[in-house]
């Protein structure tokens, strides 16, 4: 007779508790999500709070300079980083560019594709004197808080205030002639010179992450139509970590695109994912209170700073330096008479002393190998810039902040508003050099020098009287 076979009761007993915890996870976490996610939207809509959730004020103003590419329709590129608002499409001969009319709370781009509040009429208004501002995202001026804040608007301020103060204190100046006594001509040199006298209008034709190759095309298909009077390119750091296989900037990496479609639309699906996660009022809040979001993180994912995009290669460096120079004597030949300025943007490593906790801390980032590389290539260009044997006017601003002891950079190469208020002091000094307006000479020494010497007279001896006529006045 077989014995009956006994089960214990706690084997079916865990099976059903594990398949309990699994569909409470499956579905209760996702509804106790949901249901979070409805309380808080609640709660910040009922008090009105929403604008408490936003990013703060530095990680807003980095999204707003941050590209959004856009095809002809519009559109945006799937894959591609949308969280920007300065759109840009791509251009056959400029690499990339601005969309003409768009704003933000930080800055405005006119119906020309200029950093301008207004349009820029191809017709120069016969008082007006035009100086173009080109260059990258320094000259850009990058973390303006608006447009009156950027350099260009900073630096048409200081020239039309010089020339207010020559015209309305014209004796704190050279006089417009040469005085004629020789103690006022001694007095006259102790003077500042007077700049030409009009209404200068500085123009922002800058573009984020353009280099010389970009800069050059600008100025070619785009600024000379404009009849500028003088030109400011305000340059250098694109170049020097630019491949040197790369003559010119773009945007997009259209060649990965092509290459890999599917993995393009992997990265594309994460990308909407991950917008959508970030719309979510907890994750806003996680981000807004438990671990803020700053300007580091944000701009990592947008513009990279790392010593691999700096060569240690001697003839790479070199062969980017002399593209740079090449670059830079095609734009003053093709300014011809127009007074140019070539000038070597400042970067972090510029600036050895003075350093404020937050520039140590972006220093320290970087990393050693950056700032060696950064070092050794702003020397090289300098020099190979300062020995061009066609010597364009150059002027080396790597260095303008080594004595300033307020923090100047945020990142290596954009400012704070009291660096650019320095930089823009440095470039009217520059630019004021180009405008210089001598004395004219004096009217009476004018008329004196016209008035010609009149030759001299020879000595004339009066011949004497002949012996008989003598006689006869003598003697009648």
């Known amino acids: 007779m077989r014995r009956p076979r ?18 409470l996870i499956l579905i209760g976490l996702p509804l106790l999500l949901i249901l979070a996610e409805l309380i808080a939207r609640g709660a910040v809509l009922a008090t009105g709070s929403a604008n408490q959730l936003a990013p703060n004020k530095t990680v807003a103003i ?7 590419l856009q095809d002809s329709n519009g559109n945006s590129y799937p894959g591609l980083p949308d969280a920007g608002l300065l759109r840009v499409k791509r251009s056959p001969i400029l690499g990339y560019e601005l969309l003409p009319s768009q704003s933000s709370e930080y800055w405005q781009i006119n119906d020309q594709g200029f950093r301008q509040d207004s349009s820029v009429p191809v017709v120069k208004p016969a008082n007006e004197i035009r100086v173009f501002l080109v260059g990258a995202s320094t000259a850009f001026t990058n973390m303006a808080e608006k447009n009156q804040k950027a350099l260009a608007f900073k630096v048409e301020k200081l020239l039309n205030e010089r020339v207010r103060a020559q015209n309305s204190s014209p004796e704190k100046f050279k006089p417009k002639e040469i005085p004629y006594f020789a103690d006022q001509i001694e007095s006259m040199r102790a003077l500042p010179p007077r700049i030409r006298d009009g209404s200068y209008r500085v123009i922002a034709a800058a573009v984020p992450g353009y280099s010389s190759g970009n800069e050059l095309g600008l100025l070619a298909h785009k600024v000379m139509a404009y009849s500028p009077n003088a030109l400011l390119i305000l340059d250098g750091y694109e170049d020097l970590r630019s491949p040197s296989n790369q003559s010119a900037r773009e945007i997009g990496n259209v060649e990965q695109m092509l290459r890999d479609p599917l993995a393009q639309y992997r990265q594309h699906l994460t990308q909407q994912f991950n917008n959508w996660l970030n719309s979510l009022y907890l994750v806003k809040a996680w981000q807004k209170w438990i671990v803020p979001a700053d300007i580091t993180t944000f701009s990592s994912e947008y513009q990279v700073f790392n010593a691999e995009q700096l060569s240690k290669d001697p003839q790479e460096l070199q062969k980017r330096i002399e593209r740079y120079l090449y670059n830079a004597q095609q734009m003053t030949r093709l300014a011809n008479n127009i007074p140019s300025l070539i000038i070597l943007q400042p970067e972090i490593t510029g600036k050895q002393k003075s350093l404020t906790k937050e520039e140590e801390g972006i220093l320290k980032s970087l990393g050693k190998e950056y700032s060696d590389r950064a070092t050794n290539a702003y020397k090289i260009a300098e020099q190979s810039l300062s020995n061009s044997p066609l010597k364009p006017k150059f002027v080396n601003f790597y260095q303008i902040f080594q004595n300033t002891n307020q923090q100047a950079f945020i990142d290596p190469i954009h400012l704070t508003e009291a660096a650019n208020d320095l930089l823009a002091q440095k470039l009217y000094e520059s630019t004021e050099q180009l405008f210089l307006v001598q004395p004219n000479p004096n009217a009476l020494n004018s008329e004196v020098e016209r008035q010609p010497i009149p030759a001299p007279q020879p000595l004339v001896t009066p011949e004497p009287s002949p012996p008989n006529l003598l006689r006869s006045l003598v003697n009648p």
């Not at 980095?62 to 959004?68: K, V």
């Open 6 to 23: 006994y089960t214990s009761s706690w084997q079916p007993k865990r099976k059903s508790w594990l398949r309990n915890i699994l569909l």
């Open 62 to 68: 980095a999204q707003s300079y941050a590209f959004r």
